[in-house]
């Protein structure tokens, strides 16, 4: 099992570090959802966070990058520029699922629960996050955090 885990390490700690950041994205978006904000918007709160997040620990855990000065200002602004691509490609599906399929009609209210559970929401940011790490995972493998040989 170790040698297994040693020998996928990077993309393990990758599914598992993405997962904790989608995680974050869906505290922040939720919330601010619940508070009455508008998707968008919350969509675009809650990628600022999670990006936050997901540099320090993808540079940190993931990739285990050490570079230092103008390099690390170089890598941030790619993240963020990878990121920045992963936006516009969230807010498409979100827009698709819920200003054109209309999931956002999609409710539930299960007799144990006092509020109701917007279904097609939390279905099209599923979505969405599926999506995006995986083209984050690719941007930063290939590009961000590629190692010099």
Same mark, same amino acid.
């Given at each position: 099992?170790?040698?297994l885990f ?88 979100? /827009? ?7 999931f956002d ?6 007799? /144990? ?25 690719? /941007? ?10």
């Amino acid at each position: 099992m170790k040698k297994l885990f040693l020998k996928y390490r990077e993309p393990i700690v990758y599914v598992f570090f993405g997962a904790l950041t989608t995680v974050v994205n869906y505290i922040i978006y939720f919330t601010l959802r619940f508070l009455g904000v508008e998707y968008l918007v919350a969509t675009v709160v809650a990628w600022n966070g999670s990006v936050l997040f997901a540099y320090a620990v993808n540079r940190i855990f993931v990739f285990k990058s050490r570079v230092k000065g103008e390099a690390a200002i170089k890598e941030f602004i790619l993240f963020v520029a990878a990121r920045v691509f992963s936006l516009g490609l969230e807010a498409l599906i979100m /827009f698709l699922f819920i200003d054109c399929a209309h999931f956002d009609s999609l409710t539930w209210s299960p007799s /144990f629960v006092v509020a109701v559970i917007p279904i097609g929401e939390l279905i099209a940011k599923t979505v969405s996050q599926v999506v995006i790490v995986i083209s984050n995972y690719i /941007f930063s493998k290939l590009i961000i955090f590629k190692k010099k040989k």
